[in-house]
């Protein structure tokens, strides 16, 4: 074929390839060469070629295995280098930036979470350089080799060239050119991505989604979305949109969303919301125990775990609302699994079967029937979302490619 004699064609087949045996040797490992070929399909003197490259790049290493009842010599096994790269992973969500340093096995570093004021007179981009250059002066001394920097941030963002176009809280954002100016800055790739979709990615690679091939994870938090994972594939996940179904209208006549609509999820179902419904209906019901302490999320959950009719009438509304829209998404994406993230997990005893009643009851009997809603592992805080950019860059090939050209 004309096309196989192109340049950036082998290009492509060569990253894809490496990434696909980094991927192997990195959740099988230590795993033989022959195991390693078979695996990956690809010709033994293919995988002597791109293992001698990892290994001359310290991305992989050598260890002997010795097969279980085998007298024999010990076989040789490879296994992933990762301590000797670090990659920075940033989180910024309302008011805080989280900045962790990890190496290529994700463990965690170093990590930092500062305040980053919704407003300030320096610009957006000034101030998030800022705090990566002095995270990097703070922590010199445990920094090995950088690999990339990954972002993780709500909004709505254009991740294939790193452009922030609008965020919530951050009213100075329009068109940051965040990727391309940190990348030149630093002079190493830098990954962006909606918090929302690189969670759920973190979830599939590392957490309660492991393993299984079509997810849907729904955020309930100050914003309400959702992340699919399709045939082991995110949804949308090379362009700005989400799953939106945060503004997915569920009551005509409810409350003006931001958005320009009426009655959106988010405006029924987001953490505020929610917090505001509770006060104008504990003013109807004085002898509800939320009277007690402060409002919160958290004594919200407590309260309904205790047994308040109110809080739990309250929980279980949020869940029903959730639920309809999923239920309408289990009909399209017929899912093993379901994952919500959410701060009122706290109490998933209530919030849970409010969901799966509804699902059961709204969508096909035959995708519902063995459907799991459970929690997430990982909460909307924190760093391992990020982690899930850098890994899948490995996995793709695009970032393991640049680490093996030095
Ligand atoms: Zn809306």
Known sequence: MVADSQPGHIDQIKQTNAGAVYRLIDQLGPVSRIDLSRLAQLAPASITKIV??????????ETEIQEPGSRGRPAVGLMVETEAWHYLSVRINRGEIHLALRDLSSKLVVEETLPLPLQDPTPFLTRIITHIDQFFIRHQHMLERLTAIAITLPGIIDTE???IFRMPFYEDVKEVQLGETLSEHTGVPVYIQHDISAWTMAEALFGASRGARDVIQVVIDHNVGAGVITDGRLLHAGSSSLVEIGHTQVDPYGKRCYCGNHGCLETIASVESVLELAQVRMNQSMSSMLHQQPLSVDWLCQ?????????KDIISGVGTNVGRILAIMVNLFNPQKILIGSPFNQAADILFPAITDCIRQQSLPAYSRHIAVESTQFSN???????ALVKDALYNGSLLIRLLQG
């Open 52 to 61: 001698r490259e990892m290994l001359e790049a310290h991305l992989v290493q």
């Open 161 to 163: 060239n790193g452009i």
């Open 303 to 311: 309260a309904a775990l205790k047994g308040d009719l109110l809080a």
């Open 381 to 387: 805080r924190g760093t391992m979302a990020g982690a």
